[in-house]
């Protein structure tokens, strides 16, 4: 049980973490993947590789250190660790393991001096408290998934009905259960977990639904990522009548249910989740819609034509693409850099509209600023992340 001596010892931690947090939890990550090559696939490699991973993990303890003695205040952030856990099958007996690695990083990264006997124990129950949280609420949402209509626990087989490009970077994989059965309706938003072997290897990764589901089968879209392993291998070995393992459908990105004006703001492959989502508004025919999609060129983006073919066929749609590489536009004038103006004149007068943005880190980081300075209420603006979550402001 989590004292309050453990929890003022906790706290007395935060500045160590906030200091070298990232330095533990890479050592973490070292020891963890190089001891337990059977949890390997569970984790996005590139994503070790550049740091994401290990930084995303140094973030979550440096709040919940922050907020042991009022976790409400985590938000949201518990949720999204919930439903990703949920997605890539996270179960009760990988807590202890991972328990074993975080506390003997926490020794070895910090020293006797530092991680006394008093800090060990302290965050021995922390941990506990939190595993403790985290599997119950895991083992709910399981518990949901399987009685929802069409859902199921752990993988099930997914045979590729249809295999798309649909740009220089993308394919879509259209995917339907062996078993014939329904497929759990996914919140527009969502995403699934994809389970494939490669070179002897279960790998695990997670994908947005970028459609849509008719309740028999669902659609993912591809970016072959420069080092992607899982992401390569689709590319280049999927292929129609390939099976291939999902999981249901999870994720705290949904698109709410409200009568304001909606704003869809897309960076780069950004866009899979907002199209399932503009797909849906435009469905209910209740909203003024804008989707706003900046990438590259125009070779590299997806779904161009079906945003157009919406648009066209319900005038409560308006849409802009941008492009970071155009030649008709002069030098020093890129079209594909957000700015107010564009984003100004996609915004109702009164700025009372739901804002939805995917897309890289640095771009979020850009548009959530610019939409502050435009008057866009925080709790308007809902994100997602593709790979470790990031903390983001608004303003």
């Not at 503009?278 to 079906?306: C, K, M, S, W």
Request: proline share 7%; net charge negative; charged share 20%.
């Amino acid at each position: 049980m989590l004292s309050t001596e453990h929890q003022h010892i906790v706290k007395s931690t935060v500045p160590l973490l906030e200091a070298g947090g990232e330095a533990l939890t890479s050592h973490f990550y070292d020891l963890l993947l190089t001891e337990r090559a059977d949890l390997r696939g569970m984790f996005n490699s590139a994503h070790q590789a550049t740091g994401a991973q290990a930084r995303a993990l140094a973030g979550g303890v440096l709040m919940y250190a922050k907020h042991i003695d009022r976790l409400e205040a985590l938000g949201e952030l518990a949720g999204r660790v919930v439903n990703k856990h949920v997605s890539l099958q996270v179960q009760p007996e990988h807590y202890p393991v991972v328990g074993e690695y975080l506390l003997r990083s926490i020794r070895e990264v910090l020293g006797p001096d530092v991680a006394t006997p008093a800090v060990i124990d302290a965050w021995g129950a922390a941990y506990g408290q939190l595993a403790d949280m985290l599997i119950a609420a895991e083992r709910d949402m399981y518990a949901t998934q399987a009685a929802t209509e069409g859902g199921w626990r752990g993988f099930r087989p997914f045979r590729v009905a249809a295999r798309i490009v649909e740009s220089a970077e993308i394919v879509s994989f259209h995917l339907a259960p062996v078993d014939g059965g329904p497929v759990m309706r996914p919140a527009p938003g969502q995403y699934i977990a994809i389970q494939v072997t490669v070179d002897g290897a279960p790998l695990r990764r997670n994908y947005s639904l970028s459609a849509v589901s008719d309740g028999t089968r669902y659609r993912i879209s591809v970016k072959r990522d420069p080092g992607g392993v899982v992401s390569g291998f689709l590319h280049d070995h999927v292929n129609v009548g390939d099976i291939v393992e999902l999981t249901a459908p999870a994720g705290v990105f949904q698109l709410r249910d409200a009568g304001r004006p909606l704003v869809l703001i897309a960076g780069g492959v950004g866009q899979t989740p907002l199209m399932a989502m503009l797909e849906a508004a435009v469905a209910q025919g209740t909203r003024d819609i804008r989707y706003l999609h900046f990438v590259r060129n125009p070779e590299v983006q997806a779904f161009r034509e079906r945003v157009e073919q919406l648009a066209a066929a319900h005038p409560r749609v308006r849409f802009g693409f941008f492009y970071d590489e155009d030649p008709s536009v002069p030098d020093g004038l890129p079209p594909g850099r957000v700015s107010s103006n564009v984003l100004r004149d996609m915004l109702p007068p009164d700025r009372d509209a739901d804002v939805y943005l995917v897309g890289p880190g640095a771009f979020m980081a850009s548009v959530l600023q610019l939409l502050g300075e435009l008057g866009v209420p925080p709790d308007r603006c809902i994100t997602e992340f593709f790979g470790p979550h990031q903390e983001m402001a608004i303003g």
